[in-house]
């Protein structure tokens, strides 16, 4: 980012009305404020709620108010903003290690990933190499249910229903996944989506079932295929200068915080996730169940992917080993 676009960005924050900005913890959100539909608007809105109960001052700023994912970590690096819910991509920058969280069929789902990390004390690691970005990763959160693969003209059953549509990339990764299920993938920013949809420009993409229904496209798609993907994430980033610059007893109130905001989201996930293809359905979405021979071919499909990422070999290694000590302990 430019030095002009950066400090053009800090003077709208500081535009923004507060009591005392110095000691406000600004929360940024990265969808709508739905606490039935966004697991992470559960998560922001407990841990908001959570600090102001134990006295630290903290509100929530709108989606986009102060810009787009890039903008977003800018402000966090420089200490302008606090905490952010921020793409895995964000983190991805700084230190690729956190892409394993994004392979395809690495995870069965979110309690399994979650003992992953656990098992690899994961946040530690990627603390300990973003720090010298200023970033700190406090969580990662998930939206939903996992990801299905999401479609407007054509249902998918299979891999081969998949070769006449280009879909919705979020980065080159998921390119490589689209071209190993034999489509091919074009990345658009997701404020374009809906227009990319509608003109036929993308014929789908892949994530979490809530999402039509959250940003109101349930008249544009027509197909859900549940096909658990991979889980859909947030990345939960804070100022590392501002977290390192609290007492010790604000920084064990903001870790408090933390676990409650947690244990709200993972208790909403379970809640959520038999509702949400209901949900779907009634909104006129048609849901499909993969066969279990055709999510072992799409899971087959998947595994090369893995190398096409900026993980390196030895890291590849590394979370699949965690994924299966962490399936092994179920």
Same mark, same amino acid.
């Given at each position: ?35 039935? @539909? ?18 630290? +001052?903290? @509100? ?14 800018? /402000?966090?690096? +420089? ?14 920058? &700084? ?30 690691? &990627? ?8 970033? @700190? ?8 249910? *996992? ?9 998918? #059953?299979?891999? =081969?229903? +998949? ?22 993938? !074009? ?25 039509? &229904? ?10 859900? #295929? ?13 100022? =590392? ?7 010790? =007893? ?8 933390? %676990? ?6 993972? #208790? ?30 799409? @899971? ?8 096409? !990422?900026?993980?390196? *070999? %030895? /890291? ?13 302990? %179920?």
């Amino acid at each position: 980012m430019k030095l002009w676009q950066k400090l053009a960005l800090a003077s709208a924050l500081l535009a923004l009305p507060t009591v005392a900005l110095s000691n406000e913890i600004k929360v940024a959100l990265d969808s709508p404020p739905d606490l039935e @539909r966004s697991g992470s608007y559960v998560w922001a809105h407990h841990f908001t709620e959570a600090l102001n109960e134990r006295g630290l +001052m903290a @509100r929530e700023l709108p989606r986009d108010a102060i810009g787009g994912e890039a903008e977003k970590l800018d /402000q966090i690096s +420089m200490g302008l903003l606090e905490v952010s819910l921020s793409d895995v991509n964000s983190v991805a920058r &700084i230190d690729p290690f956190i892409f394993g969280v994004r392979l395809p069929y690495l995870f069965d789902g979110v309690a399994h990933m979650d003992r992953a990390l656990a098992e690899g004390d994961v946040l530690t690691r &990627i603390n300990d190499d973003i720090a010298h970005a200023s970033v @700190r990763l406090l969580a990662i959160v998930p939206l939903g249910p *996992p990801s299905g693969i999401i479609t407007t003209r054509k249902a998918v #059953t299979a891999p =081969d229903d +998949m070769n006449d549509l280009r879909m919705r990339a979020l980065d080159d990764a998921q390119i490589a996944l689209y071209k190993a299920w034999g489509s091919n993938g !074009t990345i658009v920013s997701w404020g374009e989506v809906p227009a990319a949809l509608q003109t036929g420009i993308v014929d789908g993409y892949i994530n979490t079932p809530l999402v039509p &229904i959250m940003f109101g496209q349930t008249d544009i798609v027509r197909y859900f #295929t549940d096909a658990n993907v991979m889980n859909a994430l947030r990345a939960v980033l804070v100022s =590392d200068d501002w977290y390192r610059g609290l007492s010790d =007893d604000e920084r064990q109130i903001v870790d408090e915080a933390v %676990e409650v905001a947690n244990r709200a989201n993972r #208790t909403w996930l379970e809640e959520i996730t038999p509702k949400a293809l209901a949900e779907l359905e009634t909104a006129g979405v048609e849901v499909l169940v993969l066969s279990d021979t055709a999510r072992e071919r799409f @899971r087959e499909l998947s595994q090369p992917v893995y190398h096409d !990422t900026a993980l390196t *070999p %030895e /890291q590849v290694e590394t979370w699949s080993g965690l994924a299966q000590r962490a399936r092994l302990s %179920e």
